[in-house]
């Protein structure tokens, strides 16, 4: 099994960054994809971003630009740095990852951006 364990969410004003982590522990081998999800009051899980098998990064058309998915494949981490936080970006944050058969979720983190 794999657990998968976020940090860095918070609440933050209009226009500041945050960077989210999420780090994978246990049987972690064999994981080919991770990435995070999001879900809105009101609106339905998106994905955000993510990494496949070792690709170029993938990313919602409302964040180009401004987020950044990196992974670290030595610490089985996976990071997306927030940079000009919009009151839209307002969520849930929910960590995956992937591998045949399985995928593993984090316990989400709170994302608020408020003036």
């Known amino acids: 099994q794999v657990q998968l364990v976020e940090s860095g969410g918070g609440l933050v004003q209009p226009g500041g960054s945050l960077r989210l982590s999420c780090t994978a522990s246990?049987?972690?081998?064999?994981?080919?994809?991770m990435g995070w999800y999001r879900q809105a009051p009101g609106k339905e899980r998106e994905l955000v971003a993510d990494?496949?098998?070792?690709?170029?990064?993938n990313y919602v058309d409302s964040v180009k630009g401004r987020f950044t998915i990196s992974r670290d494949n030595a610490k089985n981490t996976v990071y997306l740095q927030m940079n000009s936080l919009k009151p839209e970006d307002t969520a849930v944050y929910y960590c995956?990852?992937?591998?045949?058969?399985?995928?593993?979720w984090g316990q989400g983190t709170q994302v608020t951006v408020s003036s």
């Open positions: 995956y990852a992937g591998r045949w058969g399985a995928t593993y």
């Open positions: 990494i496949v098998n070792g690709n170029s990064a």
């Open positions: 246990g049987s972690s081998f064999n994981i080919n994809a």
